[in-house]
């Protein structure tokens, strides 16, 4: 008997994207996997039923779907009536979030069943194709300077017309991690002048291999693994001192600064949107953890001082088709690594599948997790 790995329709309101895209079919088929499909899985990321090919199996309703799934593959965090529906012995490869939702994180744990937060792999070479956290970033940057371009009262480039010419948009970038940089060559690819900035001095040469000016400041904050470190209140007021200057100037700006584990930071005061013009745009990326931007209201659009502040949430399902795509190959590179000869065997020498894992045979495997939801 073949293994089954099942993709259920995603229930999580506002989620567009679905774990699976027709190439990924062909290659677990490839593998001796026999692949499930919930009928209209993919209808929200205009992936129709006949896409998947003849190769997926299609199954009519959820519930169907995991009585026989060997492994599901998730894009939100299964809910816990989702949990509850999994077979004895299944393995859930998705999105966990365990810090939000520790009440599913033991509800996996007590049904005794294997799960892998893919948010949790290690972001070493060797997994850079299993990394949902880039390849989810890279849509986010992409959509966020066409969102700014779509709420510009401008153009990004310059155009010469009849009527005269105009001057391009000035989009500043702050944060020049994965998100921010697919920022910065998407509005250059737009035509707007463009600059980047970022407290690691690594992203320097990133953003000026764009065509981007690089804004540098005196702070700069290298943290552990290639991340940023969180500022001290000094430095903190510092760089707020030294960025009003060039955020007044800018027409689009887009933040999308993070440091892993901590609330957004504060980089953009209220009295420097005040020092905008009137009519410029914040693209507030860093919504999901609370804002770059004082007054971001996460999940909501709103104008002071003429300022437009977006601060969308999900942003990788307003571009579904793609960033399912993404995403399902990203799944099918870490599966791979845990299907030998059309049968599941984990390797849990194996950093990727030792550090990914959440819950396995009733414990919870990952420590911090296993701290929120147990205790320290
Ligand atoms: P992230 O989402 O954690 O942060 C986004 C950016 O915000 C980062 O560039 C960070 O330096 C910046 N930032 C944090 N605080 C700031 C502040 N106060 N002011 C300005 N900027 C601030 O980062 P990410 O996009 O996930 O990637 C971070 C790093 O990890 C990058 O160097 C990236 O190349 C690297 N990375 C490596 C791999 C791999 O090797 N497999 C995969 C992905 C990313």
């Keep these: 008997m073949p293994i089954k790995i099942g993709i259920p ?9 679905v774990a699976m895209e027709p190439s990924v079919v062909q290659k677990l088929t490839k593998l001796g996997v026999e692949v499930l499909i919930e009928k209209g899985a993919g209808a929200s990321a205009h992936v129709t039923d006949a896409d998947f090919g003849d190769e997926a199996r299609l199954v009519d309703g959820a519930a169907a779907l995991y009585k026989e799934s060997d492994i599901v593959f998730k894009v939100q965090p299964p809910s816990e009536d989702e949990i509850e529906q999994m077979k004895d012995g299944a393995v859930v490869i998705g999105t966990m979030l365990a810090h939000k939702y520790p009440e599913r994180v033991a509800k996996l744990r007590d049904k005794k069943l294997t799960s892998f937060a893919m948010e949790l792999i290690p972001r070493i070479s060797r997994a850079q194709a299993m990394d949902v956290l880039s390849s989810q970033a890279a849509v986010a940057g992409y959509k966020a300077a066409i969102m700014g371009s779509d709420l510009a009262c401008r153009f990004f480039p310059m155009l010469t017309t009849a009527a005269g010419t105009i001057r391009p948009s000035t989009v500043l ?66 760089q707020q001192d030294e960025l009003a200057e060039y955020i007044s ?30 009519g410029a745009v914040i693209i507030d990326l860093a919504a999901e953890g609370g804002g770059n931007c004082e ?82």
């Design 173 to 238: 970038v702050i944060g020049a991690g994965v998100a921010g940089l697919q920022a910065v060559a998407t509005a250059k690819r737009l035509g707007a002048m463009v600059q980047g900035y970022d407290v690691r001095s690594a992203t320097k040469e990133q953003v000026e291999s764009l065509g981007a000016k690089f804004i540098e400041l005196s702070i700069k904050a290298e943290g552990e693994g290639g991340y940023a470190r969180e500022l001290t209140d000094e430095e903190k007021k510092q």
């Design 9 to 17: 329709k995603e229930l999580t309101p506002g989620e567009r994207r």
């Design 295 to 376: 007054l971001t209201q996460p999940g909501e659009t709103i104008e002071h001082n003429g300022v437009v502040i977006h601060a969308p949430l999900n942003v990788p399902s307003q571009v579904p088709l793609h960033a399912s795509e993404m995403y399902a190959k990203n799944l099918f590179n870490f599966v791979s690594l845990m299907i030998k000869e059309g049968e599941l065997a984990m390797d849990w020498e194996d950093e990727v599948i030792a550090e990914s894992c959440l819950t396995h045979e009733g414990a919870i495997k990952h420590e911090a997790t296993r701290n929120l939801v147990e205790g320290a």
């Design 249 to 278: 100037k800018a027409d689009v700006l887009i933040t999308t600064a993070a440091v892993p584990g901590r609330p957004s930071p504060k980089i953009i005061p209220t009295s420097t949107v005040e020092k905008m013009k009137p």
